[in-house]
């Protein structure tokens, strides 16, 4: 269904461009209808889309909107899943990283960046 541009997506982007994000902030959804709303309001953001599927249908609808980050669950992740997207031109950052051996894995898979609870950690085992 195509969400109404007053919505959250434009609230979002007002937000962020009010303190200059646009550079910074990658804004990421599990709805892909969201992320092509957002996308068609605020096409100077990057969009990342959070998906449990990794098939080459899911990167097509990706791709088709725009999107610059694929954003897989972390059990998901391989290395050869990261190489593809990588020659895709797409960053790889993943999602549901809920202990220290996920996120040792995310890291040897070779993925941009993850979203994770206890960032301490993360930082020490990079350093």
Not at 60 to 87: F, N, V
Not at 118 to 125: G, N, Q, S
Request: hydrophobic fraction near 40%.
């Amino acid at each position: 269904k195509k969400l109404d541009k007053n919505g959250v997506e434009k609230d979002t982007a007002d937000l962020l461009r009010k303190y200059a994000m646009e550079k910074k902030a990658v804004v990421t959804s599990f709805q892909i209808d969201y992320l092509q709303t957002f996308r068609a309001y605020a096409p100077e953001f990057q969009i990342g889309y959070l998906t449990k599927a990794t098939d080459d249908e899911t990167i097509a609808r990706l791709r088709s909107i725009g999107g610059e980050e694929i954003c897989p669950m972390a059990e998901t992740l391989t290395p050869d899943l990261t190489q593809k997207w990588h020659g895709l031109g797409l960053r790889v950052r993943a999602w549901g990283v809920k202990n220290e051996e996920l996120m040792r894995h995310v890291c040897a898979c070779g993925s941009d960046g993850m979203t994770v609870n206890f960032p301490d950690k993360l930082t020490a085992f990079l350093a």
